[in-house]
């Protein structure tokens, strides 16, 4: 457990040095209000990153246990303690135990994984909950269009990662960013975490991180 208490600790200061960036290169000339709105996109993002991981490890000690029922899975229960303090909502939490349990139905949950690319040619894995496949890469497509990316055939780009201890996705290869290409990519994470079938988003690349 204080592994992966660490692992989040990580993850938000590597997503607050990233959108600390991103805020600076932007705040000149801007309004209050402007960046009033930029630091609430940097505080959307590192609940999205923290909420992702909590969705993981539920459904990691879920599968471990046999069981959905924090009363007779302890490790469960830990888990949904910290979510809970994190403000993870209800829907969410329900919704990582239901496709850790794999509930049979037509309306069944289950995680895919899509590869996507952003602009200058950034490797993307894009984790999605979802109960209609065709759905999700279509609004995805979209997404990525809209924003100069695409969305890439199997092993397009999951060659550039390896699956860490918590299901997500470590970069093996980084390509280094300019300022410019680093704020399309930032935009484009932030509209894909917005979907509301995505649970995270994984770049192939060297990101700033909080001093």
């Known amino acids: 457990m204080l592994q992966f208490a660490n692992q989040i600790v990580n993850s938000q200061n590597q997503i607050l040095g ?12 801007h ?3 402007s960046n009033i709105k930029n630091r609430k996109s ?22 471990a246990g046999g069981s959905g ?14 979510a809970r303090l994190a403000n993870m909502p209800k ?9 850790a349990l794999g509930k049979a139905g037509e309306n069944q949950v289950k995680e895919i994984v899509y590869e996507a690319f952003a602009p200058g040619g950034v490797a993307l ?16 497509r979209t997404l990525l269009s809209k924003h100069a990316g695409s969305l890439a055939g199997p092993g ?8 860490d201890q918590e299901g997500g996705f470590k970069a093996k290869i980084k390509v280094d960013l300019s300022e410019e290409q680093l704020l399309k ?14 649970e995270d988003v994984f770049v192939a690349a060297d990101l700033p991180k909080e001093n």
Do not use: H
């Open 31 to 33: 309004s209050k209000w």
């Open 18 to 29: 990233l959108a600390k960036f991103c805020y600076n290169s932007n705040v000149s000339g």
């Open 125 to 140: 894995m894009i984790v999605a909950l979802t109960n209609n496949n065709n759905r999700t890469a279509s609004e995805l």
């Open 42 to 63: 940097a505080q959307d993002q590192v609940r999205g990153v923290v909420f992702s991981q909590f969705s993981r490890q539920i459904r990691a000690v879920v599968k």
């Open 156 to 163: 397009s780009a999951s060659y550039m990662f390896e699956r």
């Open 69 to 82: 029922d924090p009363s007779v899975n302890a490790n469960l229960r830990l888990i949904l303690d910290k």
């Open 185 to 198: 990519v930032l935009e484009l994470v932030e509209q894909l975490r917005a979907n509301e079938d995505v």
């Open 91 to 99: 829907e969410k939490i329900q919704r990582a135990i239901d496709v």
